[in-house]
């Protein structure tokens, strides 16, 4: 089966204040991170959704093994990211997609394997009490999420989905603490 990855780094990181896809952690940025681990769970191929202004600023051309998708819409917010992401795999014929976040440094090529074995049913990553991404979407759904709009991403398709346990999956870089704990855990 096909299973393409796409890593949502349109965000304007306003909370934290600089552009967390280039945050150094243990030798690589976390967007460098989040294209290792995709990679290494043989996720294929990989899109980076960036918004326009981003795509000069990241260094994208020297990352082996992506594709960039422009999400002209990014201001919209995490759904056209999705859109953009899904409909650029859907494209290239994916039969079903992992959809990732490019700042949460606990996530494994394990855990994405793991992901990706979900057949035809939309599988989440569970922490901290909740489903979200990383999670896994098989072709059936795509049309679902390329009519997502706003902030809030495929939240509703997760909620009832089945899930595997991501241990400190609730951290995300968006904060200067975050930041420091994810640096604790893993430098």
């Given amino acids: 089966m096909k299973v393409a990855g796409i890593i949502l780094a349109a965000g304007s990181s306003r909370r934290l204040g600089r552009p967390k896809q280039t945050i150094v952690l243990a030798g690589e940025t976390l967007l460098e991170r989040t294209l290792r681990v995709a990679l290494e769970a043989g996720l294929n191929p990989v899109y980076i959704v960036v918004s326009s202004e981003q795509n000069t600023n990241f260094g994208l051309e020297t990352l082996p093994?992506?594709?960039?998708?422009l999400n002209e819409a990014a201001e919209?917010?995490?759904a056209s990211s999705i859109r953009a992401g899904v409909n650029a795999a859907a494209n290239a014929g994916a039969e079903a997609v992992v959809i990732m976040a490019c700042d949460q440094p606990a996530v494994t090529s394990e855990h994405l394997r793991n992901l990706a074995k979900g057949g035809q049913e939309v599988i989440a990553s569970e922490y901290a009490g909740r489903r979200g991404v990383p999670a896994y979407?098989?072709?059936?759904?795509?049309?679902?999420?390329?009519?997502?709009q706003g902030d809030t991403g495929a939240r509703n398709l997760l909620q009832k989905a089945t899930y595997l346990n991501l241990p400190n999956g609730e951290l995300d870089?968006?904060?200067?603490?975050e930041l420091q704990r994810a640096q604790t855990l893993f430098e």
């Fill in 173 to 177: 870089v968006d904060t200067a603490e």
């Fill in 76 to 78: 919209e917010g995490m």
């Fill in 137 to 148: 979407f098989p072709a059936q759904v795509f049309q679902e999420l390329t009519t997502l």
């Fill in 65 to 69: 093994g992506c594709t960039t998708v």
